[in-house]
């Protein structure tokens, strides 16, 4: 009964869901697209009997990467299909693994869509990263004897409650899922609580922390390096937020009053607010560059008017700041940043990530900053002495290795259920 009470809910709010989308896709076009795909409906043949992994969007496909890569080598008898939520999901999947997978929007989770979804591609086993854990997807596939395998799953106190307030879906939920692979004991007792079976679980640690750097996005990050030798500090801001883009601005305006060579180079979150940075830049009359114009003029700012490039960005700069912490947003994932030794810096708000960021605290490889002042105050730290910045980005690279191994033990835990 709850489930139907669940789909009902949905219909009613199907306007507002394809609202938000329409509305989305007046600063990105990709939104108002491949509407089809997102009720289970395909205009091109699509290829049945894959092994399906879901993955949210850019973030969570950057970071699956690596095993999707593994899995690929080592389950070479399944063709992969992935999916995703956003059009910057969908476009990094395409940058990432070009034609080697069949790239899909995940339906939006009516009870039709999900059928129709299942129907067409009648998937081998579906794995899902992290908590996407949509219910008629998972109560389908369960009836259909789909495994669901959810890897590098976390599940912090706040999601904890939002599922306790739905208990009785929630227990169906955790019922349909085949194997879970959590990041540390507190996640997987969390699932728990919601109704996991102990046999269904295992720890494996943050598939995150294995980040893969390959030759090319070194050589990428050493070239920009060398190309930004004039400037004697360089700092990214990497997923910014509207609140926080005026925040690192402001940072940076006050670094460059006692630190004239320095440059931000500023990535914001999503693809639509790259012309309001610009606009706000404009509006504080900083000078600055697109990256996407591939003019590396002197200017203080570079804005990052591109997506899949921050390796590059953080291999060629003396410090980060990781976004959505500086707004109650719950942070990103810092360890792209860390594996490049370089230091992280974040706001106060990092909930989303709370398996990492107390451990790169604790161990002097993150600074916390409450606002645009201590933000510029830990810069000038760093901008004074780039010894303390080595220092601390080598306690960064310290943690991200010593934390490594996460996407073996989940390869073990999945092997059972993919072999043939």
């Not at 607010?273 to 591939?294: G, H, P």
């Not at 591109?306 to 960005?313: D, K, S, V, Y």
């Not at 707004?327 to 230091?343: K, Q």
Request: with cysteine; aromatic share 8%.
């Amino acid at each position: 009964m709850v489930r139907v009470a669940y789909s009902l809910f949905l219909y009613v709010l199907s306007p507002l869901i394809f609202l938000q989308l329409w509305l989305r896709g007046r600063k990105a076009s990709a939104y108002r697209k491949r509407w089809n795909e997102r009720l289970g409906c395909y205009q091109t043949p699509v290829q049945a009997g894959n092994l399906v992994i879901h993955c949210a969007s850019v973030g969570e496909i950057i970071a699956a990467s690596p095993l999707i890569k593994q899995l690929m080598a080592r389950f070479s008898e399944h063709q992969i299909t992935i999916t995703c939520n956003t059009p910057t999901g969908s476009e990094q999947v395409a940058k990432i693994f070009g034609h080697s997978v069949q790239n899909l929007y995940l339906p939006i989770d009516f009870h039709g869509s999900v059928k129709r979804f299942l129907n067409k591609l009648q998937p081998a086993a579906i794995i899902i990263l992290e908590t996407e854990l949509w219910p008629n997807l998972l109560l389908q596939a369960k009836q259909r004897q789909i495994p669901v395998l959810v890897v590098n799953a976390r599940l912090s106190e706040k999601s904890l409650k939002g599922y306790q307030f739905f208990a009785p879906l929630s227990r169906q939920i955790m019922h349909s899922i085949t194997a879970l692979a959590g990041h540390n004991q507190a996640d997987v007792a969390r699932f728990k609580l919601l109704g996991l079976k102990d046999s269904q679980s295992t720890v494996v640690g943050s598939i995150k922390f294995d980040i893969q750097l390959s030759t090319q996005a070194k050589d990428s990050a050493q070239q920009l390096k060398h190309a930004l030798n004039n400037y004697d500090f360089v700092w990214v801001a990497g997923s910014t937020h509207p609140g926080e883009h005026e925040q690192t601005i402001a940072a940076h305006k006050l670094l460059c009053s006692q630190y004239a060579k320095s440059l931000l180079i500023i990535a914001p979150r999503h693809p639509e607010q790259f012309n309001n940075v610009a606009e706000l830049l404009k509006d504080e009359n900083i000078a600055f560059t697109r990256w996407s114009a591939q003019n590396l003029v002197d200017q203080p700012v570079l804005l990052a008017d591109t997506m899949g490039e921050m390796l590059t960005f953080f291999g060629a700069a003396n410090c980060a700041f990781i976004g959505g912490s500086l707004i109650d947003r719950g942070g990103h994932n810092p360890l792209e940043a860390a594996a490049l030794g370089i230091p992280v810096l974040t706001g106060p708000s990092y909930y989303n990530f709370q398996h990492i960021f107390p451990q790169l605290i604790a161990n002097n490889a993150c600074t916390k900053v409450n606002d645009s002042s201590a933000l510029c105050n830990q810069l000038t730290v760093y901008a004074n002495s780039p010894k303390q910045a080595r220092l601390d980005g080598e306690q960064a690279l310290k943690i991200v290795q010593g934390n490594s191994g996460a996407i073996e033990k989940t390869l073990s835990m999945l092997e059972p259920h993919l072999s043939k």
